[in-house]
């Protein structure tokens, strides 16, 4: 891979092509087809009350925050999100960040440097990965969800050394949900503090919709809890609750926090709006739930092999990376849209379809993606 620049990416190109790995992207026309593919679990998204208050908002504040959080980009709106999502999740503060990403850099660059132990998750998201070589932490990475061996870890690490368990809460590519009260009690057992990224789960698990950790797990079990806002309440943004001690350390030492433009103010009012939904319309979370059964069941009649997930990610594996991009053209020649994963986003030899659901699906729409998968498995036989 030595040379010039051009032949350097060049070498990285074809690479990637040989190896069916090639990404690309494509303008969304969002009526042109049906989408299985977005994280708009509860349709917030596309709601007009929550358009409204982004435009309200943005009249309001003005379009951007005009400066970082500790200069003077920090606004009432805010303020009053930040405190809004800390009661959702039961927690006494909350610190905004401008995306899940850079959250999880943040967390992870403050609390931890050379010294530290962190353990992950194998299938935790990029973004935590990321974190912890970005703050020169020592990583350890565990089976996915086998406490037992985050337990042997957890033994052999012999050292002094302050330790932070780390795992997703809902998996974002198998849509299993991490055992959260395990993980409670190893790291009770072994001193560390647990991270918890509930990306997923937010607005959907828990009985507020307040995820997999929220109100049923406070603090002192679950010291570090991530939230985004980009998913099941489809805005943008993200945020990070937990004790005073911990905001106010990340307000010292979150580099990521400190070091970018405050969240443009009608994102949060935007944000505020889907709060409300999320509480006052509690039928979306059922009618989700019944989306997601009605799928299963039509997908186990037809003999698909889906991961046993509850959540509204529901994998099809095909495995080879080849199969899953033929299978998704398929399908979106037929108006319907699902993700095509491959490696690195998941291990090699694991490629599949990551078909997701939202409120807001008409049955219909489902029955036509359950009639697509039948054809193709008539014509390609079962995956
Ligand atoms: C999507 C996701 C993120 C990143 O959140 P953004 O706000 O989109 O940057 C972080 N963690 C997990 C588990 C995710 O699924």
Request: charged fraction near 25%; hydrophobic fraction near 45%; aromatic fraction near 4%.
């Amino acid at each position: 891979m030595s040379g010039s620049w051009p032949q350097r990416l060049a070498a990285h190109q074809s690479q990637r092509r040989e190896q069916g790995l090639w990404r690309e992207r494509r303008v969304h026309v969002r009526d042109a087809v049906d989408d299985f593919a977005g994280n708009d679990y509860l349709g917030l998204a596309q709601d007009p009350r929550v358009s409204q208050a982004a435009a309200e908002g943005a009249q309001r504040y003005g379009a951007g925050a005009r400066a970082s959080q500790l200069v003077s980009g920090h606004l009432e709106v805010h303020r009053r999100l930040e405190a809004r999502l800390a009661a959702l999740v039961g927690r006494p503060r909350a610190l905004l960040f401008s995306s899940g990403y850079m959250a999880n850099l943040g967390v992870l660059q403050a609390l931890c440097d050379g010294t530290t132990a962190v353990f992950q998750d194998r299938l935790n998201h990029a973004s935590l990965l990321d974190g912890a070589k970005l703050a020169g932490a020592r990583a350890r990475r565990f089976h996915h969800g086998d406490l037992d061996d985050l337990a042997c870890l957890l033994r052999r690490s012999t050292s002094e050394a302050p330790r932070l368990v780390v795992s997703d809460g809902v998996f974002s590519m198998d849509g299993d949900v991490a055992d959260v009260p395990g993980l409670v009690g190893l790291c009770r057992r072994h001193d560390a503090w647990l991270m918890i990224d509930d990306a997923h789960g937010l607005g959907v698990l828990g009985a507020h919709g307040d995820g997999c950790v929220g109100r049923a797990h406070g603090s002192d079990e679950v010291p570090v809890l991530v939230g985004t806002l980009g998913k099941a309440l489809g805005t943008a943004g993200a945020f990070v609750a937990g004790s005073e001690l911990l905001i106010e350390h990340l307000l010292q030492f979150a580099r990521p926090c400190i070091y970018t433009t405050a969240e443009p103010p009608g994102v949060s009012a935007a944000t505020l709006a889907a709060l409300d939904i999320l509480e006052q319309e509690p039928e979306r979370r059922e009618q989700l739930r019944a989306h997601i059964a009605r799928f299963r069941t039509g997908a186990e009649a037809l003999g698909l092999k889906l991961l046993p997930s509850t959540m509204p990610i529901q994998p099809l594996l095909l495995g080879d990376n080849a199969r899953t991009l033929r299978w998704a053209e398929t399908l979106r020649a037929l108006g319907l849209l699902v993700g095509a994963i491959r490696a690195p986003t998941v291990p090699r030899g694991q490629a599949r379809l990551r078909i997701t659901l939202s409120a807001t699906h008409e049955t219909a729409q489902i029955e036509r993606l359950l009639d697509a998968l039948a054809e193709l498995t008539i014509k390609e036989g079962r995956p």
